[in-house]
């Protein structure tokens, strides 16, 4: 039962699929779940940020996104997948020591005012 019909775009989509190794989409699912444990290193610093007034670590965090960012694409250009997929598990081993290290401390980054 075909949805689309023959749909030019369809058909060069599913040879472009058909082209893939097969563990091509595993990468692209760890790719994935690796940048969900960097996305939350993020918000951790910015909450940190927020919390005790320090600013710079909003700098901090958009540098290791930029940084990130740039070698990963960078890396796939100039070498292959595997390199840059390589870099992007090292920047989460990176972003999950920072999370287990906001969470060891947190009491540490929590500024509580009395208001008496």
């Not at 599913?14 to 444990?37: C, E, L, N």
């Not at 070698?71 to 972003?95: C, G, H, Q």
Request: charged share 10%; glycine share 2%.
């Amino acid at each position: 039962y075909k949805v689309f019909g023959n749909l030019p775009m369809i058909s060069s989509l599913k040879s472009t699929f058909d082209s893939f190794s097969w563990y091509m989409p595993f990468i692209g699912a760890g790719q994935r779940m690796m940048t969900i444990v960097i996305q939350i290193a993020f918000s951790v610093l910015i909450m940190a940020a927020f919390l005790n007034k320090k600013y710079y670590l909003i700098f901090i965090a958009f540098l290791f996104h930029l940084i990130i960012d740039f070698t990963a694409v960078y890396l796939n250009l100039k070498t292959s997948i595997f390199w840059s997929e390589l870099l992007v598990a090292l920047f989460t081993a990176i972003s999950a020591t920072i999370i287990i290290y906001f969470y060891k401390n947190y009491k540490n980054f929590i500024v509580v005012k009395s208001r008496c």
